[in-house]
């Protein structure tokens, strides 16, 4: 059975700090994809980025990065310069191809992160 | 387009009682799905559907009910509310008929059994 750890529960950082969050996830299949949502405090669930198993290539996006290793089963997370809008809780995320990815998506545990001024 | 809307947005229930939280999308999305966040869990899936008039259980399926009779519809049903299902519930929606593209959130409802 699939299954997703973001061991760590709470990061706390000073504002300008770089950060990273890890995602560990377990799957028999060889197609799968990973997600990260953010929940802000507000309470909605912001997608940030989508990736296959098939592509290992790091993606930047702003202040944001994502380093994908299928060799370790990771799929972490850097924020780069924190910003206090930064704080919110991060969930990361699998969806595997056998039944047809219809079973729903799969979610670690989540990592509060606080961004202190 | 308003995206996935959820109602209510907030709702206490005593044990015992029934109710429907509902979940519609305009934007002509296949799949929806139901999950529950309850702290430190992560959000698990309930229930969901494919397309209209096909439905499936999830990882918690116990206590609820779904159907989907219109594309654009997915009501969830509590039949009798027990302290457990306490939780705050989210409605999503995919443009595939699956869960390999982003799902689209409801902004969810906040439920509490008494």
């Known amino acids: 059975a699939q299954k997703v750890t973001q061991a760590q529960t709470e990061i706390s950082v000073v504002e300008k700090e770089d950060v990273t969050l890890d995602c560990v996830y377990e799957t028999r299949d060889t197609t799968y994809y990973l997600f990260w949502y953010k929940q802000p405090p507000s309470g909605e669930l912001v997608f940030l980025i989508r990736r296959n198993s098939f592509d290992e290539q790091n993606e930047i996006s702003g202040r944001y990065s994502w380093n994908f290793q299928k060799s370790t089963s990771s799929f972490n997370f850097t924020i780069t310069a924190s910003q206090v809008v930064d704080s919110a809780v991060y969930f990361c995320?699998?969806?595997?191809?056998?039944?047809?990815?219809?079973?729903?998506?799969?979610f670690g545990k989540g990592t509060h992160l606080i961004i202190q001024p | 387009n308003a995206g996935v809307t959820q109602t209510p947005k907030f709702q206490v229930l005593k044990t015992g009682q029934s109710m429907t939280l509902q979940c519609a999308q305009d934007m002509n999305h296949e799949y929806m799905s139901w999950y529950r966040q309850d702290p430190g869990m992560g959000l698990r899936l309930i229930h969901y559907?494919?397309?209209?008039?096909?439905?499936d259980q999830g990882e918690v399926p116990n206590g609820y009910n779904v159907s989907r009779s219109t594309t654009e519809d997915f009501p969830l049903r509590l039949l009798s509310a027990a302290p457990s299902q306490t939780s705050v519930y989210f409605c999503a929606s995919s443009p595939s008929g699956n869960t390999y593209n982003e799902q689209f959130f409801g902004p969810g409802t906040r439920l509490t059994v008494l």
């Open positions: 995320a699998l969806s595997e191809a056998q039944g047809g990815g219809a079973d729903g998506l799969t």
């Open positions: 559907s494919v397309g209209a008039g096909i439905t």
